[in-house]
Each structure stands twice: as C-alpha cells, then as structure tokens.
C-alpha cells in the first residue's frame, strides 16, 4: 500500500513569492491533516480536513496561508506571500475515521524563504 | 488547550544499556488517544506506540510505554539501545478520534559504541 506522497520535497523562495505544496493521502483515508514544523521542533498543526470539508483552520494564518481538498482526496496548502518565519517543513498527514486514529505522515516538503 | 512536555532535549546511551524518555501532558478534555513518534534523520515521523487505555503496557520493536492517567505520563523505554535507535523521539496526544495532535518538543536520541 502506497504511503502519503508530497511534493515537491524542497523549495526555496525569496519573501514575497508564492508556493504551493501538494499531498495525497493514504488511499482510503478520509481525514488529512497539515503541520508545520520549524526546525528542532514538533510538528504543529494547522489544518485539517474530513473529505473535502474543512473541521480545524483555527491554526492557519488566514491571511497568508490557504488550504483546500476539493474532491476529498488530494490536498494542496499555499502560502502568498512567503515570509522568513515561514522557513519549516512542511508535513502531510491521513487518517482514517472509525477505526485507529494512527496518523500517517508523508515525506514532507522542506521550505526555506531567503 | 493541550500541552505535551518532554524534558530532556538530547540522551545519550551506550548500546546495549537501557534509555528512558519521559513524557508528561496536560489537558482539559477526555484525552483518548497518546503516541510516540520516531523520526530519523530526513525522514517523516513513524507512529512507534500508540495507547488510550490507562495502566497498560503497550510494546513495539522492543519499546515499551505505560500510560498513567494519575501523573499524567506516557513514559518511553528500551531495555537495551541500539545504535539504529538514533533518532527524534516525539510524544503526542490527540483529543479525540482523527483530530489533531498536539506533540512535544520532541527528545534527540543518540546511542554510542
């Protein structure tokens, strides 16, 4: 069984420029989540999802950061307007409701904003 | 909200002795579910153990926690180090089913010849 995928694995920015990053979850799992973890620290949520509807956004920095998952599957997380404190990886995540609540994480997408 | 404390930043062990990480929380709601996370080195965190049951041993790969719901804690052990162990060690907790975790600052483990 394929794991979560993300990508792209790494991408460096200057401040003010844009990024999207992309995940896609364990197949089968309904609920996907988003963490961000700066360096030498855990991973912090920021959002998650149940199918495509949104349960948990009160981390995101709403004016900066987006998040959608429009067919309930994939997921794509952008931030406009990348700042320095953005620099962190960023984590994708599935679970499946109903049964364990384990999350599975994917490779993550390494960000550093110049 | 939730909170997660682990203690030490960095252990260190010579293979083949016993390693001990503590982990302690704090939460305002009918936690159910707590976890260790490993992670090596460029790598995603791999769920270790997983428990919701209070008192009751939990093992995996040789490592072992116990949930104590009276202190609060869901310590991490090994009786004997490996020098593949070298890794982050995170504890977390979830609220409730397929929510968010709340993890802690995680604990940097390095095992020596």
């Known amino acids: 069984e394929a794991g979560v995928t993300q990508s792209p694995r790494y991408a460096v920015l200057q401040e003010g420029q844009a990024v999207s990053f992309w995940c896609d979850p364990i197949s089968g799992h309904d609920t996907l989540y988003w963490y961000q973890q700066p360096r030498d620290q855990g991973p912090q949520l920021l959002v998650y999802?149940?199918?495509?509807?949104?349960?948990?956004n009160s981390q995101l920095p709403s004016d900066r950061f987006s998040a959608v998952r429009p067919k309930g599957t994939n997921s794509t997380l952008k931030i406009q307007s990348a700042k320095q404190g953005d620099t962190a990886t960023y984590l994708c995540?599935?679970?499946?409701?109903?049964?364990?609540?384990?999350?599975?994480f994917g490779p993550g997408t390494r960000l550093l904003v110049l | 909200g939730d909170s997660v404390t682990q203690t030490e930043g960095l252990v260190t062990v010579t293979e083949g002795l016993p390693v001990k990480l503590n982990c302690t929380y704090q939460t305002t709601y009918l936690t159910i579910a707590f976890f260790w996370y490993v992670q090596y080195l460029n790598e995603a965190p791999q769920v270790l153990l997983r428990s919701s049951t209070d008192n009751k041993r939990t093992e995996h790969q040789g490592f072992h926690a116990t949930l104590h719901k009276s202190s609060s804690s869901f310590h991490l052990q090994k009786s004997s180090a490996q020098l593949s162990d070298s890794a982050l060690y995170y504890c977390a907790l979830s609220e409730s089913y397929a929510q968010g975790l709340t993890f802690g600052l995680g604990t940097r483990v390095s095992v020596f010849p």
């Open positions: 999802f149940r199918d495509e509807a949104v349960i948990d």
């Open positions: 995540a599935s679970s499946q409701t109903g049964t364990e609540d384990t999350q599975y």
